[in-house]
């Protein structure tokens, strides 16, 4: 059985099981390397119908739960994971800068593009506008400067 399969059925397994045994998927997310749990996931949803992350949500919600959804969505998906981090960050009444200033100054150089695209896409309006409204002075110049500017 392939690799990737055999760990789907495993997860799916752990996850749904009525006992809280989390073992197996502790395994398999802490010792696989990023493309390994990309392939297993993708098993995993061909296989079930859903993503990983429908099943954990499904489940009572617990902290545990909710950390291994935000690890697998980073996984999977970092810039949609960082767009919601950034998005509520801005979008709350009172600006979260411990979480705007920790996105932007990690991901500057990782995957800034990405983010940006999935900002934009995800809220109709650019990172930068948002970010620009949103701080002002020195940070906002450091914030800008790191997040880039579009040279479309």
């Known amino acids: 059985m392939h690799l990737a399969s055999y760990e789907a059925k495993k997860l799916n397994e752990s996850i749904t ?3 809280d045994n989390y073992e197996e998927l502790i395994r398999i997310i802490s010792t696989r390397s990023k493309a390994q749990l990309n392939a297993t996931f993708n098993c995993y949803k061909d296989v079930y119908g859903h993503h990983i992350n429908k099943d954990l949500k499904s489940q009572a919600p617990e902290d545990f739960q909710d950390a291994v959804r935000v690890v697998i969505k980073c ?3 970092p810039e949609k994971h960082f767009t919601k981090v950034l998005r509520l960050a801005i979008e709350k009444l009172g600006t979260d800068e411990d979480a705007l200033t920790r996105v932007v100054v ?3 150089e990782v995957d800034m593009k990405h983010i940006k695209e999935a900002y934009a896409k995800r809220t109709s309006k650019t990172l930068e506008h948002a970010v620009a409204s949103d701080t002002s002075g020195d940070y906002q110049d450091f ?3 790191l997040i880039g500017k579009d040279h479309a």
């Open 143 to 145: 914030l800008l400067t």
């Open 106 to 108: 990690t991901r500057a």
């Open 75 to 77: 996984i999977c998906c």
């Open 17 to 19: 099981s009525k006992k």
